[in-house]
């Protein structure tokens, strides 16, 4: 049964593995031309298991100790999760105690994969969903891993591959604004962090442009309530 | 580095802890025969965008208008990422064009 899930679950991820291949190894060579060795991505692949947050950590590591900002940052970045697991109550509901690894490892991709995969007739359906959590973290840990120890073989001039997060976030950010048919949130997002980090500075201007972020959203709730997708 | 070990395992267990906060309440909290509240609701889908435009402006944070380059490496690279996946809507393809757009400028040009 579960070999069956398995081969039923592994061409779905596909195109995860190409992706996390890439992103996963830039995320690995970048905290390793940080300056941090190799088992750090290893063990935030493995225990934070998302992307953006990962990238955003380098910088949090990098920077004096801040528990609070990082946690309150960190379940911003993460927020949407809670809208996947609100998508997967139903599914997720009668898989046994493996849910509870299901849930863990509940990354975009993954989410996005389980939600809408076509599960073949006679494949068990919680093993399907397993298998997929388990591949995809696989192949994110396996290549943030390998970018942490090839980062050190690197002799050319890496100055500058830290550019890898912002690109990525602009591209996010656009996926995001194309899907969208208003953009007042995503234009209170930059115009609120704009605005507070002229304000306060690049090292405390954080806090204050969440809390603005939120109060905004929170006034502005009728507006920008019709402009999200269908998501 | 400016953290003791101590205070980057605790960072990293934050991250990880705020993670799966995120992951896990849905499911201790909702139930599937309850409606979601309507202000939950509203926030999953207004975040993205907004947290997404922040996390923008947190990677140019570092960035000075007024000296050195006056950011011009950052913007030009924007550009050509945002230029790349209008064009071709490649995800990998925008994000290593653009990086390796502002390895040769920073390298290079500036």
């Known amino acids: 049964m579960k070999r069956k899930a398995l081969r039923a679950a592994f061409p779905h991820t596909i195109p ?87 849930i863990f490892g509940l990354c975009d991709e993954t989410f996005s994969i389980n939600c809408t995969a076509r599960i073949p007739e006679g494949v068990d359906r919680g093993w399907f969903m397993f298998f997929v959590t388990l591949l995809d973290h696989a192949y994110w840990v396996a290549s943030a891993t390998l970018g942490g120890l090839a980062g050190a073989l690197f002799t050319f001039d890496t100055a500058g591959l830290d550019f890898v997060m912002t690109s990525m976030f602009v591209v996010i950010f656009l996926e995001q604004w194309l899907k969208e048919r208003r953009h007042a949130s995503a234009l209170i997002g930059l115009g609120a962090s704009a605005a507070c980090l002229a304000l306060f500075g690049p090292d405390r201007f954080l806090v204050p442009a969440m809390l603005v972020i939120l109060a905004l959203l929170t006034a502005f709730r009728g507006p920008v309530g019709k402009a999200g997708d269908a998501a | 580095m400016t953290m003791t070990l101590a205070q980057r395992l605790v960072t990293i267990a934050l991250c990880a802890a705020a993670t799966v906060l995120t992951r896990f309440l849905p499911f201790l909290v909702f139930s599937s025969k309850k409606p979601t509240p309507r202000f939950v609701q509203y926030l999953g889908r207004a975040l993205p965008g907004a947290v997404f435009g922040m996390l923008v402006v ?37 994000i290593a064009g653009g990086t390796v757009c502002y390895m040769l400028l920073v390298q290079l040009v500036f």
């Open chain 2, 58 to 94: 947190y990677c140019l944070r570092g960035v000075d208008v007024l000296a050195g380059s006056h950011g011009l490496p950052e913007l030009i690279a924007i550009a050509v990422t945002a230029g790349l996946h209008l064009w071709k809507r490649q995800m990998l393809l925008s």
């Open chain 1, 16 to 102: 995860i593995l190409t992706g996390f291949g890439f992103l996963g190894f830039a995320y690995g060579v970048y905290m390793r031309v940080s300056g941090f060795s190799f088992w750090y991505p290893m063990l935030m692949s493995m225990t934070v298991f998302g992307g953006s947050l990962e990238f955003v950590a380098v910088s949090m590591l990098l920077a004096p100790f801040a528990p609070v900002q990082t946690f309150v940052m960190a379940l911003l970045i993460q927020a949407r999760h809670i809208f996947y697991g609100i998508a997967m109550l139903d599914k997720y509901r009668d898989v046994g105690p493996k849910r509870l690894y299901m």
